[in-house]
T-cell receptor
């Protein structure tokens, strides 16, 4: 069965802190994605990765970076958290390039004070 | 540029009534279209997808959607709502041919009244 896990369901951080959000998939998927979800805006793509050590910017990469050292793990990094990064963060993966179905993790709700 | 528009951020129906969630897309090429559902405190789950085969697509939990090119629509329907259908629904369109980047709509929250 397909499984995408995220390290935390809820996270509270202070402005200026460095924040790590971890995502792990156990399906040997090539592609992994980070989205943020905000009310009324749907999901917006932050970064994605199509292979180990490969990454591409999405639509809203500012203030974020990512790391993919192993195929199963994709980390989202907030270098210096700000209040406008308070959001729900969703990780997803898909098997191969141009394989449409994405599998989502449960999300991490981040509050930056 | 491709995008999707979901009409109605909140839809409320009675249990047993028809569910209709609207999605319109803008695309200069035949699109790949998707509906995802998000139950409370969970990630998104694929309901169904259109990939240029049959225009009427059946998904899980009794949902279906019809691709209408002339109307640039891909509305989601279910003949009879169940309490367990209460969730947020997202329409998405695949953009371009590389990888599988999507544009997601803003979402529609479905409330089912007893």
């Amino acid at each position: 069965d397909v499984k995408v896990t995220q390290s935390s369901r809820y996270l509270v951080k202070r402005t200026g802190e460095k924040v790590f959000l971890e995502c792990v998939q156990d399906m040997d998927h090539e592609n992994m994605f980070w989205y943020r979800q905000d009310p009324g805006l749907g999901l917006r793509l932050i970064y994605f990765s199509y292979d180990v050590k490969m990454k591409e910017k999405g639509d809203i990469p500012e203030g974020y970076s990512v790391s993919r050292e192993k195929k199963e793990r994709f980390s989202l990094i907030l270098e210096s958290a700000s209040t406008n990064q308070t959001s729900m963060y969703l990780c997803a993966s898909s098997l191969k390039r141009n394989q449409e179905t994405q599998y989502f993790g449960p999300g991490t709700r981040l509050l930056v004070l | 540029a491709q995008s999707v528009t979901q009409l109605g951020s909140h839809v409320s129906v009675s249990e047993g009534a028809l569910v209709l969630l609207r999605c319109n897309y803008s695309s200069s090429v035949p699109p790949y279209l998707f509906w995802y559902v998000q139950y409370p405190n969970q990630g998104l789950q694929l309901l169904l997808k259109y990939t240029s085969a049959a225009t009427l697509v059946k998904g899980i939990n009794g949902f279906e959607a019809e691709f209408k090119k002339s109307e640039t629509s891909f509305h989601l329907t279910k003949p009879s709502a169940h309490m367990s259908d209460a969730a947020e629904y997202f329409c998405a369109v695949k953009r371009g041919n590389n990888f599988n980047k999507f544009y997601f709509g803003s979402g529609t929250k479905l409330n089912v009244k007893p």
